[in-house]
Every structure is written in structure tokens, then in C-alpha cells.
């Protein structure tokens, strides 16, 4: 049983009932049709001839209803997640003085929902997470990953079916690789994929300011392949940048036919910076006068982290890296250019920690030829 007071105020005195204009109590509905996942259900009322110091009482026959709250117009009920794997049925009457009779409310709820996936996102740095998986099935085999959105964009896959059966394809040649079937692979390889019940993963050695999907399904193995037993659900997780050093460039250019002598002075900077040179049918240039946005800066420390962890994927470290594509310290480039063109001259200073990939630690310097 619950209950909840609310005084509504009428003409009569305190407890008075009209017996010529009883209490009239109207809802929106009569029926409750709710999922398995439950929630906090609204019902729209509206009271005429109430009484002074009136109450309404909500009673329900089950115990997985009851009243949340009353407010002017509604009466919202809590109706519990089921873990059942039949419907089930309440009944709720609606009690207010002088009313008869009570009104009653019909509240059907459909079975447990297992299919449903829920995520816990926490200690989001620029390249790391952590992600709790929590599954409503706690017996059911699931895909626990996180992919970078820009593979959507990259890849063209936008289809449920398509993107999971690209990601089986490339785990099934891996498989084939090791002389081992998909469901052996998956039971070995590391970090783990597949779990059941709630698991926990620790994501590192992430892109600065990207974008991640953070992804589950329910799988079941046939063969050599596997099955979906649920739909995928999925969350987005946005990636800070890195905080900003206060780094300035000092740049200066002098031309000689189509050749550039640009000059770089990085002030007390004494780490690494780039230099990335932009023709205005490019897509990192920006017209003079024009503020640089968010994803103008995102875009441009994209450019040049992929650059590096491909490097590095190859076999580089982040100081050879480094040395091979970066600068330090006063420095004269000649560069040639195209005569029909305008170019922006882009620097800013970039670091490795612990021989991590390296990154953008400063806002972008400008210098238009």
C-alpha cells in the first residue's frame, strides 16, 4: 500500500463533502500497458468539486507498484524493473474523500527485459576511460569494445548487421591465422572481448579530443561464426584535448621566387614542435581574419597523432618519431611552393610522455604567405 497527502482546497469547510456535487476524480487513462524495464509512470488527473484538506490514497494489490508522488495534475506511480519471464498484472485504486467510487487503474507489465545493455563511463582523461558493461542478463555471452567513431565515417558501414559482421570477419582471419576457431580466439585473446555478467575494461592510449562508441551484444557461437541474440547498444564517450601549454610561435617568412624561408622561433619552448604547411585548397586552411574553431584545432591534432601512431604501428619509437618530423629549438626551413597558391604556416608544440604517442600541447601559431 501507498499513500501520499496533498491538500486540495475547495468552497466547502475543512472535511465538508457536497452530497450534491460529490468529488469527480478523471485520468488520462485507466490502462497501464509498461515494459519490462519498468519507471516512473504519469497519470494526468483532473479533480472536480474537491474538498477542502483532501487526500488522496493510492493502494496497489502488488508490491512492485507504488506512488512516487502527487503534484497538481499528475499521480506518478514507480513500477519496478521485472524479473520475470511471464507478464504480470496489478491492480491500483485511487481513493479520495467523499468519491465513490474509487477509480481504479489496470497496470500491465510485459516480461524482463534481457536484452538490454547499460554503460558506467568514468576517469575520462584525453587518452583514457574506464567502462563498466553491465548487462541485464547476467548469463547471456556478450561483445564488450569500444571503436573510434571515425571508423563509421571511414568505412561507410552505418547497418547493425554489416558492421557486426565485418568485425567477426576480421577476428575470424585472425583465428585462421593462429589455427584456432573464432570461439577458441575469443576465449584467448587479449584484452578480453567477450564476458558475461558486469565487467569492467580500462581503455588507454587513446586519441586526444575523439570521438569513441562504447558498444555491446549478446552473442552466441555457431561454427565458426557467431550470432547476434541482441541488438547492439551502444554510448558515446567524448575525449578531451590535453591541456594547453602557454606556448607561443614567433614565424617569419621571407620569399625568393616560389621559395620560402620560413623562420621559427619557439621562445622558451625547448621541447618539440610541428610545422605543418597548409595551400588554401586544403582543408587545415583558414581564411585571415577568420577565429579558429574546436574542430578546426581537433582536426589538426588528429592529422598529426595518426601520422605518429602509424609510425609507430610501423616500428618507430616516439623519439625517432620525433626527430624525424619535428623541430627544436630556432630553426630556418626553405620550403618550395606552388606561385598560384596563398599557404598558412601552422606551428605547435608537441610532447611524448613515457614514449607515449606523441601529441598537441599548444594552441596553433599562424603565419599567412
Known sequence: MASLTLSLVGCESEGQVDPNNPPKLVLDTYTLNIDGGGGDIPLYYGLSNPVKGGEFEVLSTESWVSLKEVTSSTIVLHIEASNSNEERFAMVTIKY???????????????QLLNKFSFDVSNVTYKSCTVKYKPLDKNRPYMANIIDAEYFKQSGVSQEQSFVEAEMSNYRALAERNNMTLEELMGRVSPQLIYTGDAERQFVGMQPGATYVVYSYGISFSG????????????????PMPEMYDVSFNINCKMSGTTASISIDPGEWTGYYSVQIAPDDSLHYIEPGTQITDSAIKSLASKFYTSARN?????????????????????????????????????????????EVPVMRSMPSFKYI
Do not use: W
Open 97 to 111: 474523500p467523499g468519491m465513490e467510487p474509487a477509480v481504479k487503474v489496470t497496470v500491465l507489465q510485459d516480461k
Open 224 to 239: 565458426n561464426n557467431y550470432e547476434l541474440t541482441t541488438p547492439i547498444h551502444s554510448t558515446v564517450v567524448e575525449l
Open 311 to 355: 609510425a609507430m604501428k610501423g616500428g618507430a619509437s616516439a623519439e625517432q618519431y620525433l626527430r624525424a618530423n619535428c623541430y627544436t629549438g630556432f630553426r630556418t626551413l626553405d620550403v618550395q611552393l606552388q606561385s598560384n597558391k596563398k599557404y598558412m604556416i601552422i606551428v605547435f608544440a608537441v610532447e611524448s610522455k613515457d614514449g
